[in-house]
């Protein structure tokens, strides 16, 4: 079941403080998608179906190649979840005036660890620096129940 309302206050998230580009327009509406996911390797695709309709309708003026950076940088955040964690997951976008944070829980209590990406056997380690690297300022919640990485946006 997917939900969308309007995001509310939330005193345990820090306010994003990597900017987008002046060239990125703020989002035009604030709101709120959560996506529980499957545990699966179908994960990432299904959040990205959900987030394309979601990011269209609340930014209309997103560059679409902007767009893209949003889509792979969720692809790499629902992708480490369910490399490293068992169970389900939950994709969260919330925009609000000049921001977006783009938030993946999952059942494991890990924080991630940033490591060298391996460009050779396949195994990964690219998914926090290519956000980093896209302009996200990445950090985790702890959660009771897990955790939750973030990738805040703001203009």
């Not at 990205?48 to 609340?58: E, T, Y």
């Not at 389900?88 to 060298?116: E, K, N």
């Not at 380690?125 to 990445?138: P, Q, S, Y």
């Amino acid at each position: 079941m997917t939900t969308t309302t309007a995001p509310p206050p939330s005193p345990t998230t820090a306010p994003p403080s990597s900017s987008l580009p002046a060239s990125v327009p703020a989002p035009s509406t604030a709101g709120r998608l959560s996506v529980p996911l499957p545990s699966g390797p179908e994960a990432p695709s299904h959040a990205r179906r959900a987030a394309i309709g979601f990011l269209r309708r609340s930014w209309p003026a997103l560059a679409e190649d902007r767009c893209d950076d949003f889509l792979l940088i969720i692809s790499e955040l629902v992708t480490n979840a369910v490399r490293h964690a068992p169970g389900p997951s939950t994709l969260t976008l919330t925009t609000s005036a000049g921001a977006l944070d783009i938030a993946v829980s999952d059942c494991s209590c890990v924080p991630p660890a940033p490591r060298a990406p391996d460009l050779c056997d396949g195994t990964g380690g690219m998914g926090l620096h290519i956000a980093e690297d896209l302009g996200a300022r990445v950090f985790t919640e702890a959660l009771p129940e897990g955790k939750c990485v973030h990738a805040a946006f703001a203009t």
